[in-house]
């Protein structure tokens, strides 16, 4: 059985640093490009990073690029969301999503973990 | 960078309707169009992938369809655990981007 499960996130000061991590089991875990998506209370769903399986290729969304740094240890079966310089619109519940095959749907997702940047 | 707009963003229907949910993607996207369900403090369930094809487990209640720009979810025959709220999202290019979410509500 696939699980996905986050951790780390709770409350921050703006401008504070955060890491999240995502323990993964039930598949191959360096076979797949993983992704974190966020969800800011009553809203909808943004993609916010994506790293290949082998850790070689990341992707970021504008409005995080130069701030969170994605990246997997597959020894571990973990992937990770480093996040620097946090400001109150990152405020979210964060979900790891693994891809399904080589496409961009992702067929797994974890429950999530809630940051929350206030002062 | 493509935009998503869903519409209706809230619909009422009853068990037994029909409900029909449009996405419209900025540009083209292709067939590359997923579309996903999720019920209050649950993770998304992806529904169809491809624009037209079902998931793994998904009831045939279920379908999708569309290409380009315009992409279409119906849900023939309403059940009560169909009562969630449901995403679009193009898979066709980087950054990756989901529609604002239908709220599909007991009438």
């Known amino acids: 059985e696939v699980q996905l499960v986050e951790s780390g996130g709770g409350l921050v000061q703006p401008g504070g640093s955060l890491r999240l991590s995502c323990a993964a089991s039930?598949?191959?875990?360096?076979?797949?490009?993983m992704n974190w998506v966020r969800q800011a209370p009553g809203k909808g769903l943004e993609w916010v990073s994506a790293?290949?399986?082998?850790?070689?290729?990341?992707y970021y969304a504008d409005s995080v690029k130069g701030r969170f740094t994605i990246s997997r240890d597959n020894s571990k079966n973990t992937l990770y969301l480093q996040m620097n310089g946090l400001r109150a619109e990152d405020t979210a519940v964060y979900a790891c999503?693994?891809?399904?095959?080589?496409?961009?749907?992702?067929?797994?997702w974890g429950q999530g973990t809630l940051v929350t940047v206030s002062s | 960078d493509i935009q998503m707009i869903q519409s209706p963003s809230s619909v009422s229907a009853s068990v037994g309707d029909r409900v029909t949910i449009t996405c419209r993607a900025s540009?083209?996207?292709?067939?590359?169009l997923a579309w996903y369900q999720q019920k209050p403090g649950k993770a998304p369930n992806l529904l169809i992938y491809?624009?037209?094809t079902l998931h793994t487990e998904v009831p045939s209640r279920f379908s999708g369809s569309g290409s380009g720009t315009d992409f279409t979810l119906t849900i023939s025959s309403l059940q009560p655990e169909d009562f969630a709220t449901y995403f679009c999202?193009?898979?066709?290019?980087?950054?990756?981007?989901f529609g604002q979410g239908t709220k599909v509500e007991i009438k």
């Open positions: 999503a693994k891809v399904k095959g080589s496409g961009w749907n992702f067929d797994y």
């Open positions: 039930g598949f191959t875990f360096r076979s797949y490009t």
């Open positions: 790293i290949t399986g082998t850790g070689s290729g990341t």
């Open positions: 540009q083209g996207v292709g067939g590359w």
């Open positions: 491809a624009a037209s």
């Open positions: 999202q193009q898979t066709n290019s980087l950054p990756l981007a």
